[in-house]
């Protein structure tokens, strides 16, 4: 009879570890797994110091509409677009929308000359990094997000756009 007890036991214990096993093996295949946001998704938070030096947290724009630009200088798209996202940015101010540009450059020479040359008015910093967009599973650029006021992407766009287009304001405005 102690036996059996003994047996018993040893059964239980094997498969109280098995299933740890295959718990443990699920955590660590869903942590390797590559975070991808997507639209409906609550933004990742993020912390970047930008070029005139004032430090900007995902908060920071509650009860704006922000459209979250990753680009970098190396990029031809990028580049091409930022005109347009320069002009949209201006344009969208006044009503509550915030553009962040958030380069990815390591040069930050490369970096400092294009935004003068460029003459880009809105907040932008460099995450050189790449760690702010890794959070959002951004590995193509230029990749924009258009989060709304509660913090919940509504739209993403991945390659360029012409910022200006009717119905892109239009869609950002109706967040608004």
């Not at 940015?89 to 540009?101: D, E, R, S």
């Amino acid at each position: 009879m102690p036996g059996m007890k003994t047996e018993k036991l040893v059964v239980s214990i094997q498969s109280a570890a098995a299933l740890l096993l295959v718990g443990l093996c699920f955590l660590v295949a869903d942590s390797l797994r590559e975070r991808v946001v997507s639209v409906g998704d609550r933004a990742p938070r993020f912390d970047v110091t930008t070029d005139s030096g004032k430090r900007l947290t995902a908060s920071d724009f509650g009860g704006k509409v922000l459209v979250l630009n990753f680009w970098a200088t190396w990029c031809p798209p990028c580049v091409d677009e930022m005109p347009s996202l320069q002009a949209m940015a201006q344009q969208l101010a006044p009503k509550g929308v915030v553009v962040l540009g958030v380069s990815v450059d390591r040069n930050q020479a490369a970096y400092r000359r294009f935004l003068q040359q460029a003459k880009i008015s809105f907040p932008t910093a460099r995450d050189p990094g790449s760690d702010i967009s890794a959070e959002y599973g951004t590995f193509k650029y230029p990749e924009t997000y258009v989060i709304d006021s509660q913090g919940r992407v509504r739209q993403k766009h991945i390659g360029p756009r012409d910022w200006l287009d009717a119905d892109l304001v239009k869609s950002i405005e109706s967040l608004l």
